[in-house]
Antibody, heavy 117, light 107 residues
Framework: EVQLLESGGGLVQPGVSLRLSCAASGFTFSSYAMSWVRQAPGKGLEWVSSIGVSGGAAFYADSVKGRFSISRDNSKNTLYLQMNSLRAEDTAIYYC??????????WGLGTLVTVSS | EIVMTQSPVTLSVSPGERATLSCRASQSVSSNLVWYQQKPGQAPRLLIYGASTRATGLPARFSGSGSGTEFTLNISSLQSEDFAVYYCQQYNNWPRTFGQGTKLEIK
């Protein structure tokens, strides 16, 4: 069974950095592209970033380009999202999702990031 | 960026009846369209991919259709567990984009 467990969320002030992690199990992590999708409180889903199997290819939403960086460690079956210069509008539940080049076929439970002074 | 527009925003249907949800893309996405279901406090769940292929284990009362710019998700004979928010998403182009969602509520 695919399991994706996000961690690293919390309450932070505007302008600071935060790194999210997603521990994957139940599938061959190194064979799948991975993604982050977020959902602001009471709002819809927004794709944030995706990364290829080797980490060489990465894609970002315009809203986070230049501030967020996606990476992965296939030896640890872990996906990361480094978030810098956080803004209030980055407040959301961040979901780790399996897949990128097509659909997201499995999702984690999410981790809440709140950016507020 | 491809804009995905779902209609209606809210759909009120009685249990046992049929629900029809629509999703329109601002330009063709071929059949690269997926539907997700999200219940309160839960992560989204994959329902339909390739516009019409049901995910593993999905009941046959769910069906998807369409191609190009117009897509439909049909749920026949609604069960209590089907009342949720439904999102469409295109994976034909970057950035991946979602519709704003349709809330399917009990009438």
């Amino acid at each position: 069974e695919v399991q994706l467990l996000e961690s690293g969320g919390g309450l932070v002030q505007p302008g600071v950095s935060l790194r999210l992690s997603c521990a994957a199990s139940g599938f061959t992590f190194s064979s799948y592209a991975m993604s982050w999708v977020r959902q602001a409180p009471g709002k819809g889903l927004e794709w944030v970033s995706s990364i290829g199997v080797s980490g060489g290819a990465a894609f970002y939403a315009d809203s986070v380009k230049g501030r967020f960086s996606i990476s992965r460690d296939n030896s640890k079956n872990t996906l990361y999202l480094q978030m810098n210069s956080l803004r209030a509008e980055d407040t959301a539940i961040y979901y780790c999702a399996k897949g990128a080049y097509n659909y997201f076929d499995s999702w984690g439970l999410g981790t809440l990031v709140t950016v507020s002074s | 960026e491809i804009v995905m527009t779902q209609s209606p925003v809210t759909l009120s249907v009685s249990p046992g009846e049929r629900a029809t949800l629509s999703c329109r893309a601002s330009q063709s996405v071929s059949s690269n369209l997926v539907w997700y279901q999200q219940k309160p406090g839960q992560a989204p769940r994959l329902l339909i991919y390739g516009a019409s292929t049901r995910a593993t284990g999905l009941p046959a009362r769910f069906s998807g259709s369409g191609s190009g710019t117009e897509f439909t998700l049909n749920i026949s004979s609604l069960q209590s567990e089907d009342f949720a928010v439904y999102y469409c998403q295109q994976y034909n182009n970057w950035p991946r984009t979602f519709g704003q969602g349709t809330k399917l509520e009990i009438k």
